[in-house]
């Protein structure tokens, strides 16, 4: 019985049987697997078992196999013999026979998926480039290191201490989220982070497998512990990134926060973000919001909201955003409530667009406004693209508007939303349903004491 066990050197043999791990099998082999070449000459070979009279289970080969008989797992398979969850690689091996198993693919032998029946809690490991990226015996393996104070969300510098329950081992870790080895920085004292900071390590030991790669991510705000009445505080580009990973918490800002740092202002800027929490921005400033996202659905600072969400006193300047489809100052597809808000800047987009917002479904939007300039296609506003059901109340758009197709001042294309206190002054432009307020809309009750300047507007 042959059960945790690989093989990793290669096996030549002229006139014998040959395979990986075992030549000729008459017992049980659970749980191993052979990596090295084998080479029979004239006589049988196979990646794990060259002849098998017995039972292989939850077993694997890549091994190069060549030879008489030659198969990728098992060379002969005597009789009625069980071979069960068990694969060979068809790239690696250059064989697609075998006389068990099942052969697969290069990148499908490292998915733990591909490996029915296996045991990846207590008995095997797969993770990255480790055993070439194929499974691995944990038995012989360093346990994985444990980070204290835990990964999360943080308020102030933390001294992270790590460890690893296999005596005797040693630690190496990196903080630039690369993949630690054995000559990474070596573990001696607690580690200080105050800043987001991702942390990689493994544990080493002489005569056994290092350990599992472990990461301990910390994230950080200014302060609060994100429930309504005490909220996240966020006072910089990265706290404000921060928000991603806690979509439903409650965030204030506390100071001007400008984006015109790396990363947001390289490449595609911003990335936006899903919100379904409250984020009231304070009537501090968010500046060179930045986003080039020309093939992407719902494109602002937050790319969509849900229905729970609730942003207030955000004022965003110097904004820059191009994308494709629901884009928005603020919210590219909104299904929230936004209250005293602003955005000032250049909003561009194919459908869909507005200043503010780009898609407003069933939203709430008051006291709000835009200024600036807001390009489109089709559905573009100064306000708000696109606006089904919702209300509208007690905001305006001062900002140049050109598009094609359903083009307003305020709102592009007002389909059963209410629009009630607002205006729109700046000039617009199209060719088709183009409007000095709303570009189209099915029932002109539902606007009410709204307005546009003819003069400025360009259209009467």
């Known amino acids: 019985m042959i059960i945790n066990a690989y093989a990793t050197g290669a096996v030549t043999a002229g006139t014998s049987t040959a395979g990986g791990l075992v030549g000729d099998n008459y017992g049980t082999i659970t749980n191993s697997y052979a ?37 990728g797992l098992v060379g002969i398979n005597n009789q009625d013999d069980l071979v069960s969850n068990s694969y060979w690689d068809i790239n690696t091996s250059g064989t697609n026979l075998s006389a068990g198993g099942e052969g697969i693919t290069t990148d499908k032998m490292k998915l733990p998926e591909t490996y029915e029946g296996w045991d990846f809690n207590d008995i095997w490991g797969i993770e990255g480039t480790r055993n070439n990226g194929y499974p691995f015996l944990l038995y012989n393996t360093v346990a994985a290191p444990s980070a204290n104070p835990p990964a999360g969300t943080y308020i102030g510098m ?233 209300t509208i109340t007690n905001s305006y758009a001062m900002c140049a508007v050109t598009g094609t197709t359903n083009v307003g001042g305020l709102v592009g294309d007002n389909q059963n939303g209410t629009l009630t206190c607002s205006y729109a002054t700046g000039a617009v432009t199209g060719t088709t349903n183009v409007g000095g307020l709303v570009g189209q809309t099915p029932d002109v009750r539902f606007v009410s004491n709204s307005y546009w300047e003819i003069n400025t507007s360009g259209t009467s």
């Not at 000459?41 to 030659?70: D, E, F, Q, R």
């Not at 990461?215 to 909220?231: C, I, K, N, Q, R």
Request: charged fraction near 15%.
């Open 158 to 390: 933390q001294n992270v201490t790590l460890a690893t329950a296999t005596e005797g081992a040693t630690l190496h870790y990196t903080t630039d989220n690369s993949e630690p080895t054995s000559s990474s920085h070596q573990y001696t004292t607690a580690i200080e982070v105050s800043s987001n900071t991702i942390i990689k390590a493994i544990a080493v030991k002489d005569g056994m497998d290092n350990s599992p790669i472990s990461t301990f991510e910390y994230l950080f705000f200014a302060g609060g512990s994100g429930t309504e009445a005490d909220p996240y505080q966020i006072a910089t580009p990265e706290q404000l990134d921060n928000v991603r990973k806690h979509l439903d918490k409650h965030f204030i800002q506390t100071a001007d926060i400008d984006l015109n740092v790396a990363p947001y202002n390289k490449d595609s800027g911003w990335k936006p973000i899903r919100f379904d929490g409250t984020f009231d921005g304070n009537g501090k400033i968010i500046s060179n919001l930045t986003i080039n996202r020309s093939t992407e659905w719902g494109v602002g600072l937050f790319g969509s909201t849900g229905d729970t969400a609730k942003i207030k006193n955000v004022k965003l300047e110097k904004i820059d955003i191009n994308g494709d489809r629901w884009v928005g100052g603020l919210v590219g597809s909104n299904n929230g409530t936004i209250d005293n808000s602003y955005a000032a800047g250049i909003v561009k987009s194919r459908n869909v667009v507005g200043g503010l917002v780009g898609l407003d479904n069933s939203g709430k939007i008051t006291n709000s406004y835009v200024t600036g300039t807001v390009n489109g296609v089709t559905c573009v506003g100064g306000l708000v693209g696109g606006k089904f059901y919702g």
């Open 35 to 71: 990596t090295g070449a084998v080479t029979a000459g004239i006589s049988t070979a196979g990646g794990l078992v060259g002849n098998n009279y017995g039972t292989i289970t939850n077993s694997y080969a890549t091994g190069a196999v060549t030879g008489k008989n030659a198969g």
